[in-house]
């Protein structure tokens, strides 16, 4: 019994001996660093924090390139990319103080981008040519499609829409029947974002 | 049972042995006792020696793997310049050598004082992130400009690009015949980001 609990004794000692060279060899062969293992981390992790939380445009414009390639009645008239939350406005956008006269949001926005997250924004505002400016069913029709398309990819939300008439109950429609074609073609803006990486 | 003198002389020496044995025997039972209960108590620090032994071991080669990840990336981050202090005169000369390789028509850029991003706890001292915001103004033939310029930009190392704002409008200018004119202009944010590393040794 005695003899048996002395064998343990020295079996646990020599493990514990084996495992404190192994410590020492390992921590020797540690790689040189110029700066200590806590600032280490801490600049890597950091680092990443902010890499992740950016994003860049590139991929975004190639993706309406290709939507817009498949609707030549469309024509791109701004586009701007920004990181950021959907509820923020953009530094320079024109202030709707006039909201009677702002171009109706359309039906079925996506409405369900949670506030607060912050996401890649991709604004597009361009109009319908080839379409009488009368023809507004035709017009609403095609940037409807438009937007849908814009959702292909089910990463990319519709974040707000503004069609070129305000078709809502709340808005002041107005007509122009027989009027010269010459004018602007009516505007439309749509907002699309997707969660960053 | 009654015994005589010359009878009790005679057990008087196998007595005292007897007596000798059993304390001996009593003696040998409560070393061996004392002995166990060392044995024991040796079993139970030998066994937490151990314990600690291995433990240290398996944080250190989960340490060991953690800094090799990490010191990667810290490498790449001082060779590209992304560590250090800012290199204001290296990114004019980018951006220069940006518009000449790439024959962009107008380039234009304004770069902001620059600011603390955010300061990381560290030991013995903090890292600093700081962020330099670059105002950009191009003027593109097409669209194709701007991520040739952006792509550049990224490549010519010196910070981290972390582009905030890229607006894309119409010039309005119609084409000429005799002069290239660009249809395009892209007005871009981008936030140039250091990293100082206040415990980095020189």
Redesign the interface.
Known sequence: ??LG??S??DE??R???V??Q??ER??AS??V????????????????R??TQ?????PA??YL?QVVEKFPQIEI????????RPEER??GAPNSSKPAAAPAPAPGDARTVPSGETLQLLEVTGRVNAIKRSEYRAITGQVQRFAEALRTDPAWRIVRTQLPFDVTSEGTLSGDIGSAEGSDAPKFTITVGRALK | MNFSSAELKKLAAPVAMLLVFVALGALLIYW?DQ??LR??Q??VA??A??A???E??TR??E??K???D??A??RR??SLH??GEEQRLEWADAMTRIRTSRELLDLRYLVDRKRL??S????????D?YASTMKVDIALLH?GD??TF??DL?ESGNA?Y?????????TGTAPTGTSIVPRLRAECDVDL?T?I?????A
């Not at chain 2, 990381?120 to 890292?127: L, Q, T, W």
């Not at chain 2, 590393?197 to 040794?201: G, V």
Request: hydrophobic share 40%; with cysteine.
């Open positions: 019994m005695l609990l002395r343990q004794v646990q000692r493990d514990a001996a495992a404190t192994q410590y390992i921590t540690f790689p660093t110029q700066t200590t293992t806590d600032n280490l981390k801490a600049t890597v992790v950091e680092f990443t902010i890499a950016s994003a860049s445009p590139e414009l190639l390139s008239e701004s586009v701007q990319w920004r990181v950021g953009p530094e | 061996v002995e166990q044995a024991k040796q079993l030998a066994r020696e151990r600690q032994a291995r240290r071991l250190i080669a340490e060991e953690e800094v090799n990490k010191l990336v810290y981050l001082k992304v560590l991003l955010l990381a706890p560290g030991k013995p001292a903090n890292v992130f669209e701007l991520l952006l792509h990224r981290y972390s582009v905030r704002k890229c607006s894309i409008s119409r980001i990293i590393d206040r415990a980095a040794k």
